[in-house]
C-alpha cells in the first residue's frame, strides 16, 4: 500500500466533541468519522483493525468448537413476543413497521433468532452440542451514546449461541467460551478482568464480564486484593453484619426537631453523627406496589439487588406524591417507625443501636431507634451497594474498587429462552427437553478503543503487532531524491515479499509531517530511510512503543523487521 493513495484523512487539532483519548484518536488517525449520534463509517485503517480482531475472534472460536453463520438485522416481532422480550427491552430498541404494517426490530441482540432457527432444524441429542456464532452489527438506541464506538447507536458484537443437552455440557460450554474471551483479548494484546457480574435484560443464572480498568468506564467492580473475587456492583455481593453485642442500653425513643434537614449529609452534620448511626429509608414502587428499603446512612441501595429480591419486573423510586401518601411527611422524612407498607431491610442496619431515622413527619426525626423494638422488618436481606472497604463475602478481607470497561460478556441462560420459546430435541432416554443455552458476546468495534486506552502516548496510537493495520511504515525523508526512492521501494517491496504488512509514505510532505502521522497512526516500526545512513547502506528502524532506534544494513531491514516484530508481538 502506498500512502499516497491511502484514504486515512489525519487530523492534527483535538476535536472538540472528543473527551476519551480513544475516541480522538480514532477521529485523529483516520480511523472512522461520525455519521450521526452514536453511528460511525469506517475508514481503511478503521477497517483493517476490525478485519484483524475478527481474524483472532474467528480462529479463538472455531478451535472452540464454533461455527460462524449469519443471521438477519431485520427480526419480527413475534418472537420478541414469544420469549415475552418486546414489552421488556423499553427504549433502547430500534422498532419499524413494514409496508404492511408488521412491526420489527433491529436486533440489539440475538437469542430469538437464533432460538427459534435452531428449535425448527434440531431435532436430536446426537445434533449437540451447537456453538453458533456471527459477527455483525447490532442496535441500541442508548440513551447517553458517548466514548464513540465504546457507547454508540451501531456497533460490531460477535454473539455465539451455545446449545445443549443438559446442565453439564452447558457449563462446559460457558468454560470454553470463557477460556476462548481469554485467549481472544489476550491475542489482541488487551489485559482485561473477568468480574462476577448481572444478567440484565439478556436473563439466565451466571455471568462474567471481561471488564478492561480504567477510570473512564462506566462500570464500578470491586475486587478483593486477597483472594481474587472481583464483581460489578450491580452484581457484587455484600456480607452479613453480626447483630450488635455493644454494651450500650437501647434508649428510649424520641422526636428531635430537624428543620429542613432531608439529607443523610445534612443530617448527620446537625446531629453530630456518623452516617453508619443513620436509618436510611427509601420508598420504592414494586410492580405498582410501594415499598420501604433500609439501609444504613453510609450506604446506597442497589436497585439490581433490589429487584432480583422483590422478583418484580417494575421497580422505580416513589414520587412525591407517593412517598407523602405513604409516610404522611414529604420527601427527606421517611423512617421505618410505624410505616404500614413491607419494610426490606438491608443487612447494614442490622448493627445499629439507638440509631436515627425520619419521624414520618415533616421537619422530625427520631433519636434511638432500634430493631426488633421499634419496627419489625418484613425481610432482613443484601440489598446494599459494595464498596471499597467492605468486607469481602469470600474471605474477610477488605474490598477494593475500580472503574471498568465491558469489553465481553459470558451467559448461563439454561432454558430462559427454549421454555417459553418451546425450542426442545428429543433426547437418548426418548424425552423431548429443552435446549439448555448459553450466549456470549463480545463488542468487536468497542475492542478497538479499549485497545487505544491501553496502548498509545501523548503522540498517538501504539498498536500491538497482532491487530496493527500495518505493521511496518517506510518513510524515505524525501521521496523525490531519486537515491532515496529506489532504496525505497527496493525495501518496501522487499518487505512485501516476506508477505509483512508495510506502507510506503510515498506522499509529497515534509518529513515532520510524515513522522507525525506515522506515530499518529501508530504502525508498530518505521523505517526511516535518509540521507545520511543510506550514504553508508544504511537505513533506520524505529519502534514506535519504546521509540528504540537501530541502524542497520539495507540488506538486512527484512530479517531485523521480522526479529523485531516478533519480539513485540511476545
Ligand atoms: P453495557 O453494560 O456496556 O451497556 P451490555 O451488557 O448491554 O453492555 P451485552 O448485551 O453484554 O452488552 O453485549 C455484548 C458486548 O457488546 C458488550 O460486552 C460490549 O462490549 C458490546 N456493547 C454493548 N453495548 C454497546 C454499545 N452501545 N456500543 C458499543 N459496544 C457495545
Ligand atoms: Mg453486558
Given amino acids: 500500500m502506498r500512502a499516497s493513495s491511502l484514504y486515512a484523512p489525519t487530523l492534527r487539532e483535538i476535536p472538540a466533541e472528543a473527551e476519551l483519548i480513544s475516541h480522538q484518536y480514532m477521529l485523529r488517525a483516520g480511523l472512522m468519522r461520525k455519521s450521526a449520534a452514536g453511528v460511525y463509517s469506517y475508514l481503511p485503517l478503521g477497517v483493517r483493525v476490525l478485519h484483524k480482531i475478527m481474524a483472532i475472534i474467528r480462529?479463538?472460536?472455531d478451535r472452540a468448537g464454533g461455527q460462524e453463520i449469519l443471521l438477519p438485522i431485520v427480526q419480527p416481532a413475534e418472537l420478541w413476543h414469544e420469549s415475552g422480550r418486546w414489552n421488556d427491552y423499553g427504549p433502547e430498541m430500534f422498532r419499524l413497521v413494514d409496508r404492511h404494517q408488521r412491526q420489527f426490530c433491529l436486533g440489539p441482540t440475538h437469542e430469538e433468532i437464533i432460538t427459534a432457527l435452531v428449535r425448527d432444524e434440531v431435532r436430536s441429542y446426537k445434533q449437540l452440542p451447537l456453538r453458533l456464532y456471527q459477527i455483525q452489527n447490532k442496535y441500541r438506541d442508548e440513551i447517553r451514546p458517548r466514548f464513540g464506538v465504546i457507547?454508540?447507536?451501531?456497533?460490531?458484537?460477535k454473539d455465539l449461541y451455545s446449545f445443549d443437552r443438559d446442565e453439564a455440557g452447558a457449563q462446559e460450554s460457558y468454560r470454553a467460551m470463557y477460556d476462548a474471551y481469554t485467549r481472544i483479548f489476550a491475542r489482541c494484546g488487551l489485559k482485561t478482568h473477568p468480574v462476577e457480574a448481572d444478567t440484565g435484560a439478556i436473563g439466565g443464572d451466571q455471568s462474567h464480564e471481561f471488564m478492561v480498568l480504567g477510570d473512564a468506564g462506566e462500570a464500578l467492580i470491586v475486587f478483593c486484593p486477597s483472594c481474587g473475587y472481583a464483581a460489578n456492583v450491580e452484581r457484587a455481593e455484600c456480607a452479613p453484619y453480626e447483630p450488635a453485642v455493644s454494651s450500650t442500653p437501647l434508649c428510649a425513643m424520641e422526636e428531635i426537631p430537624t428543620p429542613g434537614t432531608t439529607t443523610v449529609e445534612e443530617l448527620t452534620r446537625l446531629l453530630q453523627v456518623e452516617p453508619s448511626q443513620i436509618i436510611k429509608t427509601m420508598i420504592y414502587i414494586a410492580d405498582g406496589q410501594p415499598v420501604a428499603v433500609l439501609t444504613s446512612g453510609a450506604h446506597d441501595v442497589n436497585e439490581v439487588k433490589l429487584k432480583r429480591a422483590l422478583m418484580c419486573d417494575q421497580l422505580e423510586l416513589a414520587n412525591h406524591e407517593i412517598i407523602a401518601e405513604v409516610t404522611n411527611a414529604p420527601v427527606g422524612f421517611a423512617g421505618p417507625v410505624g410505616l404500614d407498607v413491607p419494610i426490606f431491610a438491608d443487612y447494614s442496619v442490622v448493627p445499629i443501636v439507638n440509631g436515627i431515622s425520619?419521624?414520618?413527619?415533616?421537619?422530625?426525626?427520631?433519636?434511638?431507634?432500634?430493631?426488633?423494638?421499634?419496627y419489625i422488618p418484613t425481610k432482613i436481606l443484601d440489598l446494599r451497594e459494595a464498596r471499597a472497604g467492605e468486607k469481602c463475602v469470600r474471605c474477610g478481607k477488605a474490598l477494593d474498587e475500580a472503574r471498568g470497561t465491558e469489553v465481553g460478556q459470558v451467559f448461563y441462560l439454561g432454558t430462559k429462552y427454549s421454555k417459553p420459546m418451546q425450542a426442545r430435541f428429543l433426547?437418548?432416554?426418548?424425552?423431548?427437553?429443552?435446549?439448555?443455552m448459553g450466549c456470549y458476546g463480545i463488542g468487536v468495534s468497542r475492542t478497538v478503543a479499549a485497545i487505544i486506552e491501553q496502548h498509545h502516548d501523548e503522540d498517538g496510537i501504539c498498536w500491538p503487532v497482532s491487530v496493527a493495520p500495518f505493521s511496518v511504515i517506510v518513510v524515505p525523508v524525501s521521496y523525490k531524491d531519486e537515491a532515496q526512492r529506489n532504496a525505497a521501494d527496493q525495501v518496501y517491496y522487499e518487505?512485501?515479499?516476506?508477505?509483512?504488512?508495510?506502507?510506503?509514505?510515498?506522499?509529497?510532505?515534509?518529513?515532520g509531517v510524515k513522522f507525525k502521522d506515522a506515530?499518529?497512526?501508530?504502525?508498530?516500526?518505521?523505517?526511516?530511510i535518509g540521507p545520511k545512513h543510506l550514504a553508508d547502506g544504511n537505513v533506520e528502524i524505529k519502534t514506535r512503543r519504546t521509540k528504540e532506534v537501530s541502524v542497520v544494513p539495507m540488506a538486512d531491514v527484512v530479517d531485523q523487521v521480522k526479529a523485531l516484530l516478533n519480539r513485540l508481538g511476545e
Fill in 59 to 61: 480462529e479463538e472460536l
Fill in 151 to 157: 457507547r454508540s447507536r451501531e456497533f460490531i458484537m
Fill in 358 to 374: 425520619g419521624a414520618n413527619k415533616k421537619d422530625y426525626h427520631l433519636r434511638n431507634v432500634n430493631i426488633n423494638r421499634d
Fill in 427 to 436: 433426547d437418548q432416554d426418548g424425552v423431548e427437553k429443552p435446549f439448555v
Fill in 495 to 511: 518487505l512485501e515479499n516476506a508477505g509483512i504488512e508495510v506502507i510506503l509514505d510515498d506522499r509529497d510532505e515534509r518529513p
Fill in 519 to 528: 506515530d499518529l497512526i501508530g504502525y508498530p516500526l518505521r523505517v526511516t
